[in-house]
C-alpha cells in the first residue's frame, strides 16, 4: 500500500470570498438566477414527489440530522425546513422561497430581458442583457459569446424577440450539451471520491448520495476519509446510521489512505454495491494537500484498478466565479469527473454552471438545492436553459 502520511492533512483555511457588500445595481441582475435556479427546481426534478404539508412536530431525536456545520462560507444560508429524509422535496416550497427572495427585483430583470427581446438591435439593451449574465457569474467570455449569438442573429434576419430567444437557448445549449454527463453509478463496487474546499458541502452531498442508493436498494459503504476532524467522521457516521449504510473510520489524524484501503476491502468482502468517499477539505492553493489526491487515487486502485469510478468536486454555488479557479486547480491535482454544485438555493450566482461547462468543459452532474437528504438533483441541461429563458 501506499502510504499517506497521518497528519499531512492540515487545517484549511475558508476559502476567500469577495466580501464586498451587494451592489443595489447588481440585485436586478442577480435576481435572474435566483428566478432560474428556482424554476429550474421545478423542472430538474426526475422523481417528483407531491407536495406534502410539513408536520407541525418534530421528527424524533434519533431520527434527526443534527451536522457540525463545517464553517460554511459565501452567502448565508436558509435554515432548513424539515427533518432529513422524513419528507418528500419541498419543490413548491422551495419555488415560493425564490419568489419571496426576488420581491421588486424580479420583475425589474423580467423587463430588462424583455426588452433586449423586443429590439434586440438596440446596443444598450443587449448591454444591459450581457451585464445581467455576467452579475449572474456566467462568465464575461460566456457572456460575450451568448450575446454575439443574439447580435448576429438579429442583424441577419431581423428576427422577432422569439427566434431571438431561441437563439440564445440554443447557444446556451451548446455549451452545456457537449460536455454533460449525467450521473451514472456504474462498477462494481461503484467508487465515489469526494473533493473540494472546506465547507462546499461534500459530507452533506455524500449523505444525500447515500440517501438516493439506499432508496435503489443498493448496499452503500461510507468512508471518513476526512481523519483531520473527528466531528467530520461523526457527521458522516451521523448520516451512515440514518441511511443504514456500512461505515468505515479510523482515528482522528489517521492515515486516509489506511480509511480507504480497509473501506474498500470490506466492501469487497462484504459485496457492496456503492463506496462514496469523504475527503479533508483543502484549500485548491496548498500544493501537498493537493498531491495528496492523487496518492488517495493510487491508494483506491490497488483495490480497485479501475477507480474511482467517479471523482466528483464539490463546489459551493454562493462562490459563483470563485469557483472557477478551485475547479480548474482540484482537475489539475486528480482527474476530476463531475461537479456537484451545492447551495444553489441560497444563491444568485448560478450561473457558473454555465462558466464550468464552457471554460472547463466539466460536466455539472448533480445541485444541491437544500441541507436535506432529498435536496440534490439530477442537473439537466434542457431544463436549466427552459427555466433560464422562458
Ligand atoms: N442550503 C444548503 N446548504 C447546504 C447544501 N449542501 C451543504 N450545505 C450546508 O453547508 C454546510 C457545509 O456542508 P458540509 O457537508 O459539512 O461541507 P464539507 O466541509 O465540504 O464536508 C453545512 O451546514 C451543510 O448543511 C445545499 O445544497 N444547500
Ligand atoms: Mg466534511
Known sequence: MDPVQAGEIQETEPPVTDGAGPDPALVGGLALVVLVIGVMV?????RSTPPLELPSTEAPAEDRVDVEPSEPVGEELQAPTAEAGDLPAPSVGLLERFRQALGRSRSAFQQSLERVLGRPDDDEALQALEDALIQADVGVSTAQRLIEAVRVAARQSGADGQELRSVLRQEMLDILQPVHRPFEADGSPFVLMVV???GSGKTTTIGKLAHRF???GRTVLLAAGDTFRAAAAE??????ERTEADFVRLDEGADPGAVIYQALERAQSQSHDVVIID???????RKPLMEQLAKIRRV?????????????????????????????????ATP?????????DGTAKGGMVLAIAAELELPVKLVGLGEQARDLRDFEPEAFVDALLS
Open 279 to 285: 475527503t479533508a477539505g483543502r484549500l485548491q492553493t
Open 235 to 240: 457527521q458522516l457516521q451521523v448520516w451512515a
Open 196 to 198: 473540494g474546499v472546506n
Open 300 to 332: 483506491i486502485q490497488k483495490r480497485v484498478p479501475d477507480g474511482p469510478h467517479e471523482t466528483l468536486l464539490v463546489l459551493d454555488g454562493t462562490m459563483g466565479q470563485n469557483g472557477m479557479s478551485q475547479a480548474a486547480l482540484f482537475n489539475e
Open 336 to 344: 476530476l469527473t463531475g461537479v456537484a454544485v451545492t447551495k444553489l
Open 42 to 46: 421545478a423542472m430538474t426534478l426526475r
Open 214 to 216: 439506499r432508496e435503489d
